[in-house]
């Protein structure tokens, strides 16, 4: 049955799941390519689990069709479909040992123990648990049991690897690290992976493709640089950045084909953008970066205007959120070199990249591109 | 200060009484007793002391021999039984069904019933010469079993007596198998095993340790079964359901002999010490503490 030459290794058509009655999954399509890193992204209760349970078949979809490694698996049993999983909670036995948890799917496989004792022993090698092969889990810290169930899932060499939020249970930076090395794994064994998480910056670091979802649908699918340069709504441009892309209303004063002018309770923008279409007197979303903001050096007019609320010094860099003089809505924040002189309550004047703005019409979706970003395509260049 | 250990110390008082009054002095008591030949129509101050004659004293009493024999052969009956049955009926009630808790419900109620004495008069009408199950075995054109007349028959109906309270186990049993986490099940999906083989390598081992509580609860309460054979079948027939406690009682009370029964007491309490003490030195190979389950923050 499986090993037909197929360049897909997942591929979701309309899937859609009910519970109770209550849309979960609203039709999902999908593919995803042999040896890539997908991670599914977004809010809580935006479905991403729920998708991934399904391609695991844990759950059974309501319509649509599951394909993996080019064989229909819409209702086979899990263990039919090819695919490993690593849980958020590790789902590691508390009673068997390292060893014993890794060895698992092949004894039940019925593989010959010296065939098994060999596989533990690489897979063990590989994720550096070789010392820790005799231990329970409960003797692990929680970086070593988040390798052991990875390690559970290679060791059957499956088609597909599907990772459930493994990194949440982690603090801060243990999480960076094991970030770092599901990374080169991935590299290494050049395996299909889907990846959960709630996290962008993982979703950023870790995907060759991001997918990311909002109320049971898709919203945007892409290379990770190019969902953070060319958002195609609202709620990718918010959701992917971090911090999050400042959004400012304002409305269409005229668009020519070569800049869209807006009206703002600041004077008049005017931003390039080629060949987009907005209709005068429309409501718009005007969307800048924290790193395209900056502060006007002396004698120079700059574009916006506004207070100094607070100051996070990060060392590196420091972000400044700026009230703005007759915008409503939360404040602007600033991504400033870590030496910035700013400070409290200080009046600021403030530039912005105009070539790297972003427009979003009244239904949220975006208006063109960014002239810096109209010919970027990919350049991903996430952590290898 | 001291006004916080006196409110205390009163209201530990009420049980500090009733602790002495009628746990530590029948205790010391009894034991007291065991060694004299006090008897019950007698004064406690006509007893002798007669050193460890009681107890020796067994050794040469077959009726003795033959109601350990039968203390035994009930326990190591009815514990695994009972065990095994309330095991399956919470793995059974362990599903997500429709209207599951109505069936926990039913399953529980001859818990709350339990061993009662009207229970076990009901037990005797059931298995009477004309009791139900044998007009229910007349009426399939069955001929009737004299259940409680004869000796294997008469311990069948006090051990089926015994599972019948299978509901507190099941309980038990039903909390423990919530508290395996879902994950692991679904792990083992993937893995592709099936539902036997996740029952014998996923759940009987993380349940070790409610089993292991179940088993010592079963243990003591089947060593201290009475209001079965004293009511359905006293005993008999020919001693053939002549648990100890029964014989405990009826040395006491019919007999008079309060001192023999009081060191029948104690033997049944040494018996039933040992076995919880096997069981206890015996839990570090087979009982499985989960403890924390892995998702604790902790680093490399």
């Given amino acids: 049955m499986r090993g037909n030459v197929v360049t897909n290794s997942v591929k979701l058509t309309d899937v859609k799941k009910s519970f109770n009655g209550h849309d979960v999954i609203k039709g999902v399509s999908l593919d995803v390519q042999k040896g890539e890193m997908v991670v599914f992204v977004g809010p809580s209760g935006c479905g991403k689990s729920t998708l991934l349970r399904l391609i695991a078949g844990l759950d059974t979809p309501t319509s649509g069709q599951i394909e993996i490694a080019g064989n229909d698996v819409t209702y086979a049993h899990p263990s039919k479909r090819g695919v490993a999983m690593v849980f958020q909670s590790y789902a590691l036995y508390p009673h068997m040992t390292v060893a014993d948890n890794i060895a698992f799917a092949l004894k039940i496989q019925g593989l010959p123990k010296a065939e098994i004792d060999a596989k533990v022993r690489d897979v063990a090698e590989v994720l550096q648990l070789t010392h820790l092969l005799k231990r329970r889990p409960k003797a692990l810290s929680g970086g070593q049991r988040q390798r052991v169930a990875i390690g559970r899932a290679i060791v059957r060499e499956p088609d597909v690897f599907l990772f459930d939020e493994p990194l949440s249970n982690l603090d801060a930076s243990l999480r960076g690290q094991m970030r770092v090395e599901i990374a080169r794994l991935h590299t290494k064994l050049n395996a299909t992976s889907v990846y959960v998480t709630h996290d962008q910056v993982e979703a950023m670091t870790l995907a060759d493709k991001i997918v990311v979802l909002n109320a049971g649908r898709i919203e945007q699918i892409g290379a990770p640089m190019e969902l953070y340069r060319k958002p195609a709504n609202l709620f990718v441009a918010g959701f992917i950045g971090s911090p999050r892309m400042n959004i400012l209303g304002a409305k269409v004063r005229s668009s020519s084909g070569e800049a869209v002018t807006l009206d703002t309770p600041q004077g008049v923008l005017a931003i390039p953008r080629t060949g987009a279409q907005a209709a005068t007197g429309a409501s718009i979303s005007l969307g800048i970066r924290p790193e395209n903001l900056h502060v006007a050096a002396a004698g120079e007019e700059g574009h916006l205007s506004g207070y100094v609320i607070l100051i996070e010094r990060l060392g590196g860099e420091t972000f400044a959120y700026v009230t703005l003089k007759g915008f409503d809505g939360e404040p602007v924040i600033l991504k400033l070199d870590g030496e910035a002189q700013v400070h409290n309550h200080q009046e600021v004047r403030l530039t912005v990249d105009l070539n790297r703005a972003h427009l979003f019409d009244e239904a949220g979706l975006a208006v063109g591109v960014s002239p810096d970003f109209a010919d970027k395509t990919d350049g991903s260049g996430h952590v290898q | ?300």
């Avoid at chain 2, 001192?259 to 309490?269: D, E, H, I, N, P």
Wanted: charged share 10%; net charge neutral; aromatic share 16%.
């Fill in chain 2, 1 to 300: 200060m001291y006004n916080n250990k006196l409110i205390g110390s009163l209201y530990v008082t009420p049980f500090v009484i009733g602790f002495l009054l009628f746990t530590a002095f029948p205790f010391v008591a009894s034991f007291i007793l065991s060694l004299t030949d006090a008897r019950l129509q007698d004064q406690l101050g006509a007893a002798q002391f007669t050193g460890v004659a009681n107890y020796t004293g067994m050794v040469a009493d077959s009726t003795f021999q033959k109601s350990l024999g039968v203390t035994f052969a009930y326990v190591f009956i009815t514990v695994p039984l009972k065990l095994a049955f309330a095991l399956f009926i919470a793995v059974v009630l362990n599903f997500k069904l429709r209207g599951i808790g109505l069936f926990r419900t039913a399953f529980y109620l001859p818990s709350i019933l339990g061993g009662s004495v009207a229970i076990a008069v009901v037990w005797r009408f059931v298995f009477a010469g004309d009791g139900l199950i044998n007009q229910g075995l007349g009426s399939l054109g069955i001929g009737g079993v004299n259940w409680l007349g004869e000796p294997t028959t008469a311990m069948f109906s006090i051990v089926l007596l015994r599972l019948w309270q299978f509901g507190s186990a099941m309980v038990v049993f039903l909390a423990g198998l919530k508290a395996i986490p879902e994950d692991l099940y679904e792990a083992a999906d993937l893995d592709g095993a099936s539902r036997m083989k996740q029952f014998w390598m996923i759940t009987l081992p993380l349940l070790t340790p409610v089993l292991f509580f179940n088993f010592i609860m079963q243990i003591v309460q089947a060593f201290q079964e009475f209001n079965g054979p004293y009511i359905i079948t006293a005993g008999g027939p020919l001693k053939s359901s002549y648990l100890l406690p029964l014989m405990i009682y009826e040395e006491a009370f019919k007999y008079f002999n309060l001192g023999y029964s009081s060191a029948l007491s104690w033997v049944l309490f040494i018996i039933i010490a040992i076995f919880t003490a096997v069981a206890f030195w015996s839990q570090k190979h087979w009982v499985f503490y989960a403890q924390d389950r892995g998702d604790d923050k902790g680093g490399h």
